[in-house]
């Protein structure tokens, strides 16, 4: 059973960054492919950057100026990189894992991963 553990979470000002991680196990093959998420209090889900299990990468329109997603292979942890964070990005954030995710030219939907962690707290202040 894949299971996803997240670190990195954390109450920043704006303007700070953080680098959120997603350790991966029970995932026997080379390359897993990664989902962002969060969830603002009061709001939906919503998708924020795919790192696919072929190296692809899609990170949402609202953030793509300053969030980027990477992987380190051989430590099988995937990473949220979050640069000049805003108050608007104060959310839980989500890793989540798909097996069979390639060519990625949009955000998947979250019914596309079947596995997630338990979420980070992110807080953002003015």
């Known amino acids: 059973q894949v299971q996803l553990v997240e670190s990195g979470g954390g109450s920043v000002e704006a303007g700070e960054s953080l680098r959120l991680s997603c350790a991966v196990s029970g995932y026997p093959y080379r390359k897993d492919c990664i989902g962002w998420f969060r969830q603002a209090p009061g709001k939906e889900r919503e998708g924020v950057a795919t790192?696919?299990?072929?190296?692809?990468?899609f990170v949402v329109a609202s953030v793509t100026d300053r969030f980027s997603v990477s992987r380190d292979i051989a430590k099988n942890i995937a990473y949220l990189e979050m640069n000049n964070l805003k108050p608007d990005d104060t959310a839980m954030y989500f890793c989540?894992?798909?097996?069979?995710?390639?060519?990625?030219?949009?955000?998947?939907?979250?019914?596309?991963?079947?596995?997630w962690g338990t979420g980070l707290p992110i807080t953002v202040s003015s």
């Open positions: 989540a894992f798909s097996g069979d995710l390639n060519n990625i030219l949009n955000m998947p939907s979250g019914s596309l991963f079947r596995s």
């Open positions: 790192i696919g299990c072929d190296d692809s990468v």
